[in-house]
């Protein structure tokens, strides 16, 4: 569980991040969890853009990306979702 210092640290580091990973109409697959999880384990934190043309829950898909990536949630504005998960090779120090 990342603390609200940790989550504003998190934000202020993916400001600038664009979404790597779009989830439309056909929802979340595995390969698309495999494509998060990938980019998670480089990069830490990353940000995901939800299409208007999806028509599932928002909150279900959250929560199902969260649940099965074991990641933390940051930020979620607009159709853009933020997550962290700490890696083997940590890039990001929160312990500032």
């Known amino acids: 569980m990342i603390t609200p210092k940790q989550r ?9 991040y664009k979404p790597l990973v779009n989830i439309g109409k ?17 990069r830490e934190v990353m940000k995901i853009k939800i299409l ?15 649940t099965k990536l ?9 159709n853009i979702l933020t997550i962290y ?3 083997e090779n940590k890039v990001i120090d929160l312990d500032d």
């Open 26 to 42: 056909g929802g979340i697959s595995e390969n698309t969890l495999k494509q998060i999880d990938d980019t998670l384990n480089k």
């Open 85 to 87: 998960r700490e890696s």
């Open 70 to 78: 074991d990641c933390e949630f940051v930020r979620y504005m607009g």
């Open 52 to 66: 208007n043309n999806n028509l599932d829950d928002r909150d279900m898909l959250i929560d199902e990306i969260l």
């Open 8 to 16: 504003a640290k998190l934000k202020k580091i993916s400001h600038g």
